[in-house]
């Protein structure tokens, strides 16, 4: 029995996982992005919803992005534990068994998916099922492993939660939402890559694809460089499509600005600096923040279109 | 603390307090998470449905 026990060293562990480790599983710092950019589409969408079918509405769309999470934790255990910025996740540090990870993780998806159905539509309830199935199947599973785009792809998963919340109280998905898609689709690739430049060890130790591992440091700063113009463009596109006012367009017309000036730096520094990427990468977080809050304040204040 | 009696041949887990505390605030958040459900479910029915529940032949 003693050897047992010295061949899985875990099993001691595993009984002392709590509930925050399987809360952990739910990338509750992922979800937070979600529930915000998904509560924005619901407060753009045209349309009402009584206040706690949408409050239900939007925990389905949580715990769905937070269900998608630990499922991605259950299918990466192995690239998490050799990546210093995942070991600590509750696979890798030995506290949560990769089956029950699995189980939670699929367990709270059908849950989700049905609550989102019963409190809002079918539309919404099947964009959340293919948002999680997405993230999960295409990118985890499939696209991660295998291609530098896994990122460029994957992002739809990450740009879906404001269409999903627009449909949830139009029933609808006009091209309003789908331009909110698109800003954080473009916005995707250019803050991942800022990641992976500071972290490209990583992502060597761990054998995945990223960018500057296969096509080397310039070749992503000059990628990054290119889509922080595309999406300095695309962060205009709602003003142009009459979907928010001229406060927005100040905001993402400065902000987009500030982006292009940011990447501009990443792209004129050599490999051993890894300053201006960080300083991108953290400033990518607030550009979307601070674009998704603008529209929020203009749609509640009625200063949009 | 008791030992837990072992059903399972096998298994080495021994209950140390340490263990048994964890076990008990997984179930209980459990039992808090089946209680939220239910309660969420009643209300979106209630909120779907409104006053229409009456509106049923008998």
Do not use: C
Not at chain 1, 251 to 265: E, P, T
Not at chain 2, 1 to 17: A, I, Q, R, W
């Amino acid at each position: 029995m003693d050897t047992m026990r010295d061949d899985t060293p875990n099993e001691a562990s595993y009984a002392l996982a709590g509930p925050r480790d399987y809360f952990s599983l739910l990338k509750p710092r992922v979800m937070s992005l979600v529930i915000f950019t998904a509560f924005v589409g619901m407060v753009a969408a045209p349309g009402t919803i009584h206040p706690g079918l949408a409050a239900v509405s939007l925990l389905s769309i949580a715990v769905g992005a937070g269900a998608s999470g630990a499922l991605n934790m259950w299918w990466d255990a192995d690239i998490d534990a050799v990546m210093s910025r995942t070991a600590g996740r509750p696979i890798p540090a030995g506290l949560v068994p990769k089956a029950e990870a699995a189980a939670f993780g699929g367990f709270l998806s059908a849950l989700s998916v049905a609550l989102l159905a019963l409190a809002s539509n079918y539309l919404a309830a099947g964009l959340l099922a293919f948002t999680i199935f997405f993230y999960v199947v295409i990118y985890s599973m499939w696209l991660k492993r295998l291609t530098p785009q896994n990122i460029v792809i994957g992002g739809a998963a990450g740009a879906l939660p404001p269409v999903v919340g627009w449909a949830a109280v139009s029933g609808s998905t006009p091209l309003e939402p789908w331009i909110l898609f698109a800003v954080i689709f473009l916005w995707t690739p250019p803050h991942f890559w800022a990641l992976a430049l500071f972290k490209q060890g990583d992502y060597e130790r761990a054998g995945v694809p990223m960018l500057p591992v296969v096509e080397g440091d310039r070749a992503t700063r000059r990628q990054i460089f290119g889509y922080s113009i595309v999406l300095a463009f695309a962060g205009m596109s709602p003003f142009v499509v009459g979907m928010a006012g001229y406060l927005y367009l100040a905001v993402s017309v400065v902000l987009g600005a500030w982006f292009v000036a940011l990447a501009w730096k990443v792209l004129n520094t050599d490999q051993s600096d890894h300053g201006p990427a960080k300083k991108l990468f953290g400033f990518s977080i607030l550009y979307l923040f601070a674009i998704f809050a603008t529209i929020l304040v203009e749609s509640v204040t009625g200063l949009h279109g | 603390m008791d030992k837990e009696p072992n059903n399972n041949p096998g298994e080495t887990s021994v209950s140390v307090p340490d263990e048994q505390k964890q076990r008990k605030q997984r179930n209980l958040a459990i039992a808090l998470g089946l209680g939220a459900f239910m309660l969420i479910v009643f209300l979106v029915t209630i909120l779907r449905i409104g006053g229409a529940v009456a509106d049923r032949p008998f």
